[in-house]
Structure formats: structure tokens, C-alpha cells
């Protein structure tokens, strides 16, 4: 059983258009959530984290939680072409040791 | 500041030959993640230190990999002997290492290995 589920894509927007990308996970006590860029070729790196019910918002992305339902998602708003990556969602259970579980990431194509 | 290092970026070996990988985390970082990235999956922890303590390697295969962080630093990863299925980006990332859930992953280049 995944823990960590995402639509692996690709997710084809225009630019200026707002992409939607969606994260469930499996594990109820689960009590941190990361949403990472992947371009192709390169490491992941931090987008946005959220560690509480609701949105939060930086800059152009917004991130949502709703615990209740397991899910998380990451809104990009005016999207660019060079917003084209994997995005990567990644989930710390409890249970002392905060194991980071990745999903396997969703490929988002912003075209001109 | 400097970020997490790897060494080597790329690596083609044969099966049943072996494997070592370097990292350097972030200075001060005290948690170290081994990672395996196979092309289109999403990252998959190996191993987690904590310092020179390992904190979780349930999903090392422990028969042919094996890892070391002496003096809670520099990080070893090590595949003996590799098999065709161990081709994948090796991913070594960093954190403080603070307590609770605000610890924030910084991901170094990674090495690509390729088993011919």
C-alpha cells in the first residue's frame, strides 16, 4: 500500500493559468507536509511546507491541508513555463524519528 | 553557504562490481538521508543518521548496501555486489536536525549510477 499517492501526470496548463497539484497519504498521524520542485536532471528542492489545517500562501504557490480528508495540495498561480518540473509531495509521520515518505511526484508542463 | 556535496555525480559500473558514494552534508547539519531515486519514482529513504547513530534503515538492503557516517560528518553509501536494479540516482540530503516537524531537507546533486 503507497503511503504517499499523487497523479503522476503529466498536468499540461497554459501559462498564466493556475495548476492545481493534489497529494493523499495514507497514515492518519501524519503531521508535516512538503511540496518540492524536481527539474529533470536535478535534485528536489523546498517549495513550500505546512504543518497546519488551511492555506498558506508564498509568493505565487499556495499550498492546502485538510487533514480530515488526507490530502494536501499546491496551487500555482500565473503559471510560467519555467515552473515545468516534477513536484514532488513528502509527508513526516510521528513517531519520534519524523521519517520523510516521498510520492512519486507529478509532471507539470506549463506551455506558452 | 555551501550545500550538501556528492561525489561522484556519475558512475557506470557492471553487475556483481561494487559501489561507494560520498557526501558532505550542510555544516552543522546533524541529520544525514541516503536516498534512491529510480527514474520516475519519487525518492525512497535508505537511511537516516542522526549524528553517527542510525535512526532508520528499515529499507537498506542490507545485503549488499551498507553505510557509514564516522564522526558524525561525512557520509559513506555502499553497494556490494550491485545488481541491474540498483541504476538510480542516489540522493544524499541534510537537516539541522531540530526536534519536532519544522526540520527542513536540503538535497545535495545526487549520483547517477548506471549497472551495465
Known amino acids: 500500500q503507497k503511503e504517499v499517492e499523487q497523479n503522476s501526470g503529466p498536468l499540461s496548463v497554459p501559462e498564466g493559468a493556475i495548476a492545481s497539484l493534489n497529494c493523499t497519504y495514507s497514515d492518519r498521524v501524519s503531521q508535516s507536509f512538503f511540496w518540492y520542485r524536481q527539474y529533470s536532471g536535478k535534485s528536489p528542492e523546498l517549495i513550500m511546507s505546512i504543518y497546519s489545517n488551511g492555506d498558506k500562501e508564498d509568493g505565487r504557490f499556495t499550498a492546502q491541508l485538510n487533514k480530515a480528508s488526507q490530502y494536501v495540495s499546491l496551487l500555482i498561480r500565473d503559471s510560467q513555463p519555467s515552473d515545468s518540473a516534477t513536484y514532488l509531495c513528502a509527508v513526516k509521520r510521528t513517531g519520534g524519528s519524523y521519517i520523510p515518505t516521498f510520492g512519486r511526484g507529478t509532471s507539470l508542463i506549463v506551455h506558452p | 553557504e555551501a550545500g550538501v556535496a556528492q561525489s561522484p555525480r556519475y558512475k557506470i559500473i557492471e553487475k556483481r562490481q561494487s559501489v561507494a558514494f560520498w557526501c558532505n552534508p550542510i555544516?552543522?547539519?546533524?541529520?544525514l538521508y541516503w536516498y534512491q531515486q529510480i527514474l520516475g519514482q519519487g525518492p525512497k529513504l535508505l537511511i537516516q543518521?542522526?549524528?553517527?547513530?542510525?535512526?532508520?534503515d528499515s529499507q537498506l538492503p542490507k545485503d549488499r548496501f551498507s553505510a557509514e557516517r564516522l564522526k558524525g560528518v561525512d557520509s559513506t553509501l555502499k553497494i556490494q555486489p550491485a545488481k541491474l536494479e540498483d541504476s538510480a540516482v542516489y540522493l544524499c540530503?541534510?537537516?539541522?536536525?531540530?526536534?519536532?516537524?519544522?526540520?527542513?531537507?536540503?538535497f545535495g546533486p545526487g549520483t547517477r549510477l548506471t549497472v551495465l
Open positions: 555544516s552543522g547539519h546533524a541529520t
Open positions: 540530503a541534510s537537516s539541522l536536525g531540530l526536534a519536532g516537524r519544522t526540520d527542513t531537507q536540503y
Open positions: 543518521f542522526q549524528n553517527n547513530g542510525v535512526v532508520d
